[in-house]
């Protein structure tokens, strides 16, 4: 797989997966769906990443590079072509895929497509760009996955990309993300290293930056918004040392090449 594929689909994978263990939280159809199952789903790309959902007491449980010994059901992308696909629908025809050669489904008749189900009912939130039209409740859901989304491509980026560890390099800070009344997470940049953990308040971060509501967070993170206009109005405030808050900003550009590189194959 090409470098570029490969971390990809290493993001893409991250986002989706984590959409679905949080859409078991709060989204009845996703509820309804897993009720009463307790089994292991392996998620793969030919040549590319392996990752694992967890269902068990009525809850999906998602952790990146979490390997299991052992799986009831199994979906597995031949082409990252295809997977990549993904991105560009709300609903994917996996009939169709199977009948090209392109995945491999096994699981038990008696788990009924769950794979395909979740994957479905996960899609339309995990490629959210609109800004719009949501509920209260889906809105949250779509920030945590924005702000995920974010966190996850600095991990998967500053393992392998060495203009983004030599950048980070000398560089320690712990950046805390608030939105109010909303979700939580924060970013540490370590000399080199990145990791990154969301619904958790770091005791003594170097930097707040503390949005007034999940509108404003949304509007920002699916690029609808202006950051210095929302510096101005107050909507984003920072607190501690605002170099470092500007550092995060330009550690942020150098993941726009993948981030570009994602958008452009959505258009094919």
Do not use: W
């Amino acid at each position: 797989m090409k470098y570029y594929d490969l971390i990809a689909s290493r993001m893409l994978m991250c986002v989706i997966l984590y959409s679905i263990s949080e859409l078991s939280k709060y989204n009845n159809e996703v509820k309804n769906r897993i009720k009463d199952h307790q089994l292991n789903i392996q998620f793969s790309v030919e040549d590319g990443p392996i990752e694992y959902l967890e269902i068990k007491n009525d809850k999906i449980l998602f952790e990146r590079r979490k390997k299991l010994t052992s799986f009831d059901a199994r979906i597995h992308f031949k082409d990252e072509k295809a997977f990549l696909k993904i991105l560009k629908k709300e609903q994917i025809n996996f009939k169709q895929l199977l009948s090209e050669g392109k995945i491999e489904i096994n699981e038990d008749p008696k788990y009924e497509n769950i794979c395909v189900d979740l994957l479905n009912l996960a899609l339309p939130y995990a490629n959210y760009t609109k800004g719009e039209n949501l509920s209260a409740e889906d809105e949250l859901v779509v920030v945590k996955i924005l702000m995920y989304a974010m966190l996850s491509g600095f991990q998967e980026i500053s393992e392998v990309d060495e203009n983004v560890q030599t950048e980070m390099k000398g560089t320690s800070v712990i950046v805390q993300f608030n939105i109010t009344n909303g979700p939580q997470c924060y970013y540490y940049f370590n000399d080199g290293t990145f990791t990154g953990f969301m619904d958790v308040q770091h005791p003594n971060p170097t930097v707040n930056i503390v949005m007034s509501d999940l509108k404003s967070a949304l509007a920002l993170l699916t690029g609808q918004g202006n950051a210095t206009r929302m510096l101005i109005k107050g909507t984003i405030q920072i607190e501690g040392d605002t170099a470092h808050a500007a550092k995060l900003m330009s550690l942020q550009e150098l993941i726009s090449d993948y981030q570009d590189y994602i958008k452009a194959k959505r258009r094919k």
